[in-house]
């Protein structure tokens, strides 16, 4: 079955950081590009950020921009985002998906959504 599973959430103080992970079971993610989304309590579920299976990076949200990067490690078949100078209102439930080989703008090119990993901002 393949599955992406999101760990690594939980609560962080306005200002800190945090790096969740989304590992891939049951197929490679070197072919794929993983997009990492955000759904806040009450708003529709958005991108973040996005890196292609040739590295490159899209931006989904302009506000995340200089605070949290996206990397993946082949390898370990594994895709992080580090989020630092965290914010109240990135609180939400993270998400990460998979697209073939590049990344897209559009939430229904990808697939195999993992169960999400919370984050909460707050003091």
Request: hydrophobic residues 35%.
């Amino acid at each position: 079955q393949l599955q992406l599973v999101e760990s690594g959430g939980g609560l962080v103080q306005p200002g800190g950081s945090l790096k969740i992970s989304c590992a891939a079971s049951g197929f490679t993610l070197d072919g794929y590009a993983i997009g990492w989304f955000r759904q806040a309590p009450g708003k529709e579920r958005a991108g973040v950020l996005c890196i292609s299976s040739n590295g490159g990076i899209l931006i989904g949200a302009s506000s995340v921009k200089g605070r949290f990067t996206i990397s993946r490690d082949n390898a370990k078949n594994t895709v992080y985002l580090q989020m630092n100078s965290l914010k109240p209102e990135d609180t939400a439930v993270y998400y990460c998906a998979a697209a073939q080989h590049s990344c897209s703008g559009y939430v229904s090119e990808y697939h195999h959504w993992g169960q999400g990993t919370e984050v909460v901002v707050s003091s």
